[in-house]
């Protein structure tokens, strides 16, 4: 079974960084593919969450959103049943609820190839 939490979210101003962390309480963490998305701010539907990050089950391949490209980084630890997204040079578009997504065939940008989602962090970031 794949429960996903989220934590690490905040408030923090332009420029700041933020690292997310993402953990798995079942025992198939390894086999999964991992991704993180983003719901801002009037977007009211889970298909409207944004893609931001995916990593494949042994961390060998990661794929990024233009817009976070350069700014963030996906990673994981399967020792720990974790994946993180370091956030770095924080603008107030990167305002939104995260959430990280788990799949077993694979990674993907779409919220519909996700079947395990976290219940979210905040983070807010101000000028």
């Known amino acids: 079974q794949v429960t996903l939490v989220e934590s690490g979210g905040g408030s923090v101003r332009t420029g700041d960084s933020l690292r997310l962390s993402c953990t798995d309480s079942?025992?198939?963490?390894?086999?999964?593919?991992m991704a993180w998305f983003r719901q801002t701010p009037g977007a009211n539907t889970k298909n409207e969450r944004e893609?931001?990050?995916?990593?494949?089950?042994?961390?060998?391949?990661?794929y990024y959103a233009d817009s976070v490209k350069g700014r963030f980084t996906i990673s994981r630890d399967n020792t720990k049943n974790t994946v993180y997204l370091q956030m770095g040079n924080l603008k107030p578009e990167d305002t939104a609820v995260y959430y990280c997504?788990?799949?077993?065939?694979?990674?993907?940008?779409?919220?519909?190839?996700?079947?395990?989602w976290g219940q979210g962090t905040q983070v807010t970031v101000s000028s």
């Open positions: 997504a788990a799949d077993k065939l694979g990674t993907s940008t779409v919220v519909a190839a996700f079947d395990h």
């Open positions: 893609f931001v990050a995916t990593i494949t089950n042994n961390g060998g391949w990661t």
């Open positions: 079942g025992a198939t963490f390894s086999t999964l593919a």
